[in-house]
């Protein structure tokens, strides 16, 4: 345990902080903005020991940094004031922001091989929850940064900006959501070049006869949860009439589930990917892609057949929450349930809204319980993407193969929602290398991290840096 690297043992020791978050219902009480975490106590301790072990960070005139909501800290990385550039170039360059989250979501530690927040290395792998979602990230991010700035020979050539939020888990209510006006305060009318947060990542066993794919999200699906109710006359179940709430709710959602929501290809993230990928496809369906303003039918068919890939070309929607009777013998009044949607960038929530009332008919109410469109999608003609891109591959320069590097659609949500208002484009990427079995293991038991690969999510973050916002400092 001692050969290892001083990086991965600080990864190691916050993966022990027991940062679970959670949804809460209620007024906060007397741990206010941490109050949405099990153990508040545990995130107290996190902000003091990486405070500790980055002063360069923390304690820096290079840097202003700001604890939102006793949670989340928003940290302003300065230009530095002997970097000598040109009044124009000062007024061109906007700064961008980056984000991570603290907090994670609830383990059965039963379930796992080793405790979840023990840090147990083994086999080459950290293992703890965090690992991947998304502590991984924070501490690769103040690595990364802390290295630069230490360097004598480097100077920021430009202001930028770092939230690590603590409670992205739960919707982000107290952390993203209040880090944001704060951002907005400081910028005073001026926008974000671009933010990058998590999201996508490199499948090693992308497709068969394929090499590795680098998946940047340009774009994330929105949310919409609807709560279905129906209300009729109840009574005693020994005198039943031929309908109820309950079996007209039934009905309702049977319609619902078997309602197939529109498909979308040309002109999508789907399509982004597809021309990216194409030169390793057969030469007939790089045909197809190459004319896909004709092909489009046959090849959203194509792409249906696989329940993954499918769900990137439309808005998606699933019965999670139902409730109605009291009593074994009594014919409830009401029943209700709740569909989860997720929100195609090509649909929004009015549309989903209109379309869920006209296949559940009149005698069903729907009303929104809550709901967030998708944002827009995101150029890949920028300096940002390019950026990016060249830190991508030269990350993982020396992998064989090489992983193919291309933009893509994020299914889950992230953090960077609550700050879409502020930048034209959003870029979700953490250069985790995995296979498809590991991707259960974020959220699910046994998340764990590569040693080798955590090294190389720093230096992915170092050299996206360094392109991004230092420059050879000048005396």
Avoid at 282 to 309: E, F, G, H, W
């Amino acid at each position: 345990m001692n050969d290892l690297p001083d990086c991965v043992k600080r990864l190691q020791k916050v993966i022990q902080f027991r940062t679970v978050s959670k949804s809460l219902r209620f007024e906060t009480g007397e741990n206010h903005g941490l109050d949405c975490l099990e153990l508040p106590e545990t995130m107290r301790k996190m902000h003091s020991y990486i405070k500790s072990e980055f002063p360069s960070v923390f304690s820096s005139e290079k840097t202003n940094v700001e604890l939102i909501n006793d949670g989340s800290f928003l940290i302003h990385v300065k230009v530095a004031n002997n970097f000598q550039q040109s009044i124009d170039q000062q007024q061109n360059q906007l700064p961008f922001l980056l984000v991570a989250h603290m907090d994670v979501v609830p383990t059965k530690d039963d379930e796992w091989k080793h405790p979840p927040f023990d840090g147990v290395i083994e086999d080459g792998f950290l293992y703890g929850r965090g690992s991947l979602d998304d502590k991984s990230a924070v501490m690769a991010i103040l690595e990364a940064l802390s290295s630069l700035m230490i360097d004598e020979s480097l100077a920021c050539t430009r202001d930028f900006y770092i939230a690590l939020t603590h409670d992205e888990e739960v919707k982000g209510s107290f952390g993203a959501q209040q880090v944001a006006p704060r951002l907005a305060e400081i910028l005073d009318g001026k926008e974000l070049e671009f933010i990058l947060d998590e999201g996508l990542i490199v499948l090693e066993d992308f497709r068969p006869g394929f090499p590795p794919a680098a998946m940047v999200g340009i774009c994330e699906k929105g949310h919409l949860d609807m709560k279905l109710t129906v209300k009729t006359h109840g009574g005693h179940s020994s005198i039943p009439p031929s309908e109820t709430a309950v079996t007209k709710l039934c009905d309702a959602l049977s319609k619902l589930n078997a309602y197939k929501f529109p498909v979308y290809l040309y002109n999508t993230p789907m399509h982004q990917t597809l021309l990216a990928l194409s030169p390793h496809f057969p030469a007939v369906q790089r045909s197809m892609i190459k004319s896909i303003n004709t092909t489009d039918y046959v090849l959203k068919k194509i792409i249906s057949r696989d329940p993954i890939t499918s769900t990137l070309m439309q808005t998606t929607k699933v019965t999670t929450l139902i409730s109605g009777g009291t009593a074994a013998n009594v014919i409830p009044s009401e029943c209700w349930a709740v569909v989860n949607c997720r929100l195609h960038p090509n649909d929004t929530s009015d549309s989903v809204m209109e379309m869920t009332r006209s296949v559940v008919g009149p005698d069903v109410t729907v009303d929104v319980v809550d709901k967030c469109d998708p944002p827009k999608c995101s150029s890949t003609d920028t300096p940002a993407y390019s950026s990016l891109v060249n830190a991508i591959k030269a990350t993982f320069a020396n992998c064989d193969p090489q992983p193919i590097v291309a933009p893509g659609l994020l299914t889950g949500q992230t953090d960077s929602r609550h700050f879409k208002h502020l930048a034209q484009n959003i870029y979700r990427f953490n250069p985790f290398w995995l296979k498809r079995a590991d991707i259960e293991r974020i959220h699910g038991h046994d998340e764990r991290i590569a040693i080798s690969n955590y090294e190389q999510q720093i230096e992915f973050f170092k050299l996206f840096l360094r392109d991004a916002a230092f420059s050879q400092s000048f005396p």
